[in-house]
Nanobody, 112 residues
Framework: VQLQASGGGLVQPGGSLRLSCAAS????????MTWYRQAPGKQRELVAA???????NYAESVKGRFTISRDNAKNTTYLQMNSLKPEDTAVYYC???????WGQGTLVTVSS
């Protein structure tokens, strides 16, 4: 199993980024997928989740700003992040709960 996260970087407040998580070694289309984040000195928290059927849910702190999606043809999950705030700064991880498998993190820094 491999979950390859990418797309992190430095962005100014109010900016946007799109994270990608490419999966291999799993039957992607039947797997729910999630994004977590961990800010310095804080616990890892759930940011967004998407079921195999495409239903989504979000942490209150990102509702209306972040969108999780999936492309089963590409075995990839996305996290579109808009209106970014400094408090969104964290390492973002994708996690496949059915497989109990974490990808490596990608760092998002929101700063002017």
């Amino acid at each position: 199993v491999q979950l390859q996260a990418s797309g992190g970087g430095l962005v100014q407040p109010g900016g946007s980024l799109r994270l990608s998580c490419a999966a291999s070694g799993i039957i992607f289309r039947i797997n729910p997928m999630t994004w977590y984040r961990q800010a310095p000195g804080k616990q890892r928290e759930l940011v967004a989740a998407i079921t195999s059927g495409g239903s989504t849910n979000y942490a209150e702190s990102v509702k209306g700003r972040f969108t999780i999606s999936r492309d089963n043809a590409k075995n990839t999950t996305y996290l579109q992040m808009n209106s970014l705030k400094p408090e969104d700064t964290a390492v973002y991880y994708c996690y496949a709960p059915r497989e109990d498998y974490w990808g490596q993190g990608t760092l998002v820094t929101v700063s002017s």
